[in-house]
């Protein structure tokens, strides 16, 4: 069965307003979580590592402000896409940080349109 | 900083026949590890097999097995008696054994589609 729960599976909002994403650790304890973007026909870039407890990191070009990462318990990490545009529809995906030498588990991802 | 290049956007096959897929990446690391992912059309991410860069004996999982060329920094994908449901997207992805991250570093994927 799946390890990481990742809702809502879609969703659409009007331009403006805010979407909030949930990953929830379902096995274990995750101290860190990754986000991930996939635009359509392309890969998988890296937004940010959530970590509990602590601020999250993210990667050059993405805005902190506008992705907020909320990881307040060792199971659970949110992204929420606030004052959403149309450019920000795409598909998010989050994954846990297991041990190194074990695949990382994914959510089954959010589809994000942005009206 | 490191880069994974998969050089087929589109590969094609006849069920029950064999494809390879090609992935290169860059690293200075000794110590890392790869994975191929499948994505089909439901876009969830399912690991196909996975390579320690210390070992030097190739990963095998059924029908699935990796070329992993440490010198050449190659580490191809061979599907054999591929099936229908083996249509999708396949992404090869290089993860770091140093440091804190532990995230993966993608490639630009191939788009496999399998043939009745």
């Known amino acids: 069965g799946a390890v990481v729960s990742q809702h809502p599976s879609w969703v659409i909002c009007k331009s403006g307003t805010s979407v909030k994403i949930e990953c929830r650790s379902l096995?274990?304890?995750?101290?860190?979580m990754f986000w991930y973007r996939q635009f359509p026909k392309q890969s998988l870039m890296l937004m940010a590592t959530?970590?509990?407890?602590?601020?999250?990191?993210?990667e050059q070009g993405v805005e902190k402000d506008k992705f907020l990462i909320n990881h307040a318990s060792l199971t659970l990490s949110t992204l929420t896409v606030t004052s959403a545009h149309p450019e920000d529809s795409s598909f998010y995906i989050c994954s846990e940080r297991s041990g190194l030498s074990s695949p990382l588990h994914f959510g089954n991802g959010t589809r994000l349109t942005v009206t | 900083a490191q880069t994974v290049t998969q050089s087929q956007p589109e590969m094609s096959v006849q069920e029950a026949e064999t494809v390879t897929l090609s992935c290169t990446y860059d690293t200075s690391e000794s110590d890392y590890y790869l994975f191929w992912y499948k994505q089909p059309p439901s876009r969830q991410m399912i690991l196909v097999i996975r390579?320690?860069?210390?070992?030097?004996q190739n990963a095998t999982e059924n029908r699935f097995s990796v070329n992993f060329q440490k010198a050449a920094k190659s580490f191809s994908l061979k599907i054999s008696d591929s099936q229908l449901g083996d249509a999708a997207m396949y992404f090869c992805?290089?993860?770091?054994?140093?440091?804190?991250?532990?995230?993966?570093?993608f490639g630009k994927g191939t788009k496999l589609s399998v043939k009745p």
């Open positions: 390579q320690e860069a210390y070992k030097q």
């Open positions: 096995d274990f304890q995750a101290t860190t």
């Open positions: 992805a290089y993860r770091s054994a140093a440091g804190s991250q532990g995230n993966l570093i």
């Open positions: 959530s970590n509990e407890g602590s601020k999250a990191t993210y």
